[in-house]
T-cell receptor, first 113, second 109 residues
């Protein structure tokens, strides 16, 4: 079975540009999480969805970040405009429920110059 | 705010040595999980502990959940280079799923 799929794996962009990260969760999972990981701040939860509905977005840094889950098999995290401090590895994870084991994707390494 | 502090932050040991990693919080969690993350990959679940005082073993790894469900420890016996990685605890609370600050382990051959 395919695990969580994220694209792109690497993204390099210039400050001010729009960045869209994509995630396909494991089929049958009803919870989806977006995380950001840096050496300084560790793994931070940005937002999570349950049954395609955003439940907790308190971790979203600011209005430049937005996330959508139009259906059970696809989610996007958008940054507009991007800034150098957004450089990090962004992970998507899914689970059967918000309290169960999370399966992580391989991550997207974002570099904003 | 629920926070999970892990210690030590970094650990470099020789193959064959034993080590213990700690995960502490002032808050109670309904369950606690341990993940291991290798470079270039996402975290992978090792174990979930649910009951206060619970001990689980996974080969050379022993996990314990504190009696009050606020803390946990991971003990590795006879560490091997393949144990190298970032170890993360994660607490499942009332409305949050919180990851700890992480312990970066390096086992030298």
């Amino acid at each position: 079975d395919a695990g969580v799929i994220q694209s792109p794996r690497h993204e390099v962009t210039e400050m001010g540009q729009e960045v869209t990260l994509r995630c396909k969760p494991i089929s049958g999972h009803n919870s989806l999480f977006w995380y950001r990981q840096t050496m300084m701040r560790g793994l931070e939860l940005l937002i999570y969805f349950n049954n395609n509905v955003p439940i907790d977005d308190s971790g979203m840094p600011e209005d430049r970040f937005s996330a959508k889950m139009p259906n059970a098999s696809f989610s996007t995290l958008k940054i507009q405009p991007s800034e150098p401090r957004d450089s990090a590895v962004y992970f998507c994870a899914s689970s059967f429920s918000s309290r169960m084991e999370q399966y992580f994707g391989p991550g997207t390494r974002l570099t904003v110059t | 705010t629920q926070l999970l502090e892990q210690s030590p932050q970094f650990l470099s040991i020789q193959e064959g040595e034993n080590l213990t990693v700690y995960c502490n919080s002032s808050s109670v969690f309904s369950s606690l999980q341990w993940y291991r993350q290798e470079p270039g990959e996402g975290p992978v679940l090792l174990v979930t502990v649910v009951t206060g005082g619970e001990v689980k073993k996974l080969k050379r790894l022993t996990f314990q959940f504190g009696d009050a469900r606020k803390d946990s420890s991971l003990h590795i016996t006879a560490a091997q280079p393949g144990d190298t990685g970032l170890y993360l605890c994660a607490g499942v609370g009332t409305y949050k799923y919180i990851f700890g600050t992480g312990t970066r382990l390096k086992v030298l051959a």
